[in-house]
């Protein structure tokens, strides 16, 4: 399950780049921590198809990019037009794997999560796959080091691997949490489980019939381009927002065949930079450094700097995140809270809740570097072999400058191929396309003059990623 916008851990994740695709904790993004993970459970008795990605359509490309850096090949990836949490993503998932005619085990995981244990973790999994061969749900159980209000708990009948679940718990406060710990018999919810696609169908046709009735409708309707899975459009947008906790989970002790699988593993799900703090390696003081920073009578304090130098003196536990375009400076112990400031930007419609400064596109990235009330100045980097759209601007005129790499550039009627050092102009209502023909990336330099240089002002004629025109 790669949806999801991470608001918790903005200004680094935003919802056009979220925190499953950064790189947070070790040298790969998270998504792609967790697709790797899953490589360890196959061996000669167990077999592992491809994964089944669910994600956001907008972060379709992200998902295929970071795919292609681990040299991995899904099975699909199931775009969703709409977030409704992780009920409908589960059914989606059962829905494609059933398309097979068999009835495979699902390993459910989330994109966002860290392992630092990977042998414990598959071992545990192994275990899990075994019981839902069987026809089980098997929820994993995190082993808990500390009393944690900000998780959910399980409650199993033992410790013994198996153990069927007795209760699901909801966020204890503190008090409570520490009673759960001392009795060995609370586990926290990290919201993995394995199960039978069809055990899911069967248990959420039980309990939640709406969910299911309208995942079959988006479903029926599908369309399929390359690995791309969309649901119809309108009929997902009629699925009721659900978790898979609330939908399914919750319910099922008692009634349905529900265990759990102890994982101890070093699981963390990272969900506010004071989670990044807590796996991040640490001075003799606490402080936990990333990028160009400097830290000065400090302590437990992150500086987490991405493209200039930050300098902290005398802050204790305080968390302080720096981006090209914004700078978050809070309290450990309220990081959780930084989610208010991404709701009052949203409520003032500022662009710094979906993007950075540095937007990453199918066929590379724009990094808007200056920018005035007639002029924007754009870095432009095209993959090779990749293309922009053919297209044209109603407002503004672009200057096209090749740093490095060749550009070959349709400009009107006209196609022409450039250097570096060399320039072109494109006039206002041109119609117009920026190429890589070369084996190395392409860098320009595009400055922007006009009236209005927002990035709707584009009316595509043709475009390789099937991006609808504007």
Not at 35 to 43: E, I, K, S
Not at 134 to 140: D, K, N, P, S, Y
Not at 386 to 413: D, K, P
Request: charge should be negative.
């Amino acid at each position: 399950m790669a949806g999801g916008s991470g608001t918790r851990l903005w200004p680094l994740s935003r919802a056009g780049f979220p925190k499953q695709f950064l790189v947070l904790s070790g040298n790969t993004s998270l998504f792609q921590q967790a697709v790797a993970r899953l490589d360890g459970l196959a061996n000669d008795a167990l077999a592992v198809s491809s994964p089944v990605i669910v994600g956001n359509e907008e972060h379709r490309f992200l998902v295929l990019d970071q795919l292609r850096e681990l040299k991995s090949e899904p099975g699909a990836v199931l775009l969703e037009p709409a977030g409704r949490n992780t009920a409908p993503a589960v059914t989606l998932a059962a829905l494609q794997a059933l398309e097979s005619g068999l009835d495979p085990v699902l390993v459910v995981a989330s994109a966002d999560q860290t392992v630092t244990d990977g042998e414990a973790y598959t071992a545990a999994l192994r275990s899990a796959v075994a019981m839902a061969a069987e026809g089980a749900i098997t929820v994993l159980g995190i082993t808990p080091d500390r009393p944690e209000t900000g998780y959910g708990y399980i409650r199993a009948e033992s410790q013994v691997g198996g153990a069927r679940v007795a209760q699901f718990v909801e966020k204890p406060d503190l008090a409570t949490a520490e009673k759960y710990v001392a009795s060995g018999a609370y586990f926290w919810n990290a919201g993995m489980f394995v199960l039978k696609a069809s055990v899911w169908m069967a248990a959420l046709d039980k309990f939640r019939p709406d969910i299911a009735s309208a995942c079959r409708a988006a479903w029926a309707v599908r369309s399929t381009d390359a690995k791309f899975v969309r649901p119809g459009k309108a009929e997902f947008l009629a699925v009721p927002s659900e978790s898979v906790d609330y939908a399914v989970m919750e319910k099922c002790p008692g009634v349905l065949d529900i265990r759990m699988q102890a994982l101890d593993a070093g699981w963390n799900d990272l969900g506010a930079w004071e989670a990044v703090w807590q796996v991040a390696p640490k001075d003799a003081a606490g402080n936990a450094q990333v990028g160009d920073a400097m830290v000065s009578d400090s302590r437990n304090t992150l500086v987490h700097a991405t493209s200039r130098l930050v300098s902290v003196v005398g802050l204790d536990d305080v968390v302080v995140v720096e981006t090209p375009d914004a700078v978050l400076v809070a309290s450990r112990e309220k990081s959780q809270d930084v989610k208010n400031i991404v709701n009052q930007l949203g409520r003032e419609q500022r662009g710094e809740q979906v993007l950075h400064r540095k937007v990453h596109r199918p066929w590379g990235w724009y990094d808007s570097i200056d920018h005035g009330p007639r002029h924007q100045v754009k870095r432009i980097m095209v993959k090779p072999g990749a293309s922009l759209s053919l297209q044209m601007h109603h407002h503004r005129a672009e200057h096209w400058i090749v740093v490095s790499g060749t550009a070959e550039v349709t400009n009107g009627e006209k196609v022409i191929m450039l250097t570096e050092n060399q320039s072109t102009y494109i006039p206002l209502g041109q119609t117009h396309r920026l190429a890589n023909p070369g084996k190395v990336p392409l860098e320009i330099i595009e400055v922007q003059s006009g009236s209005y240089l927002g990035e709707d002002d584009i009316v595509r004629f043709e475009d390789t990623y099937g991006r609808v025109a504007r």
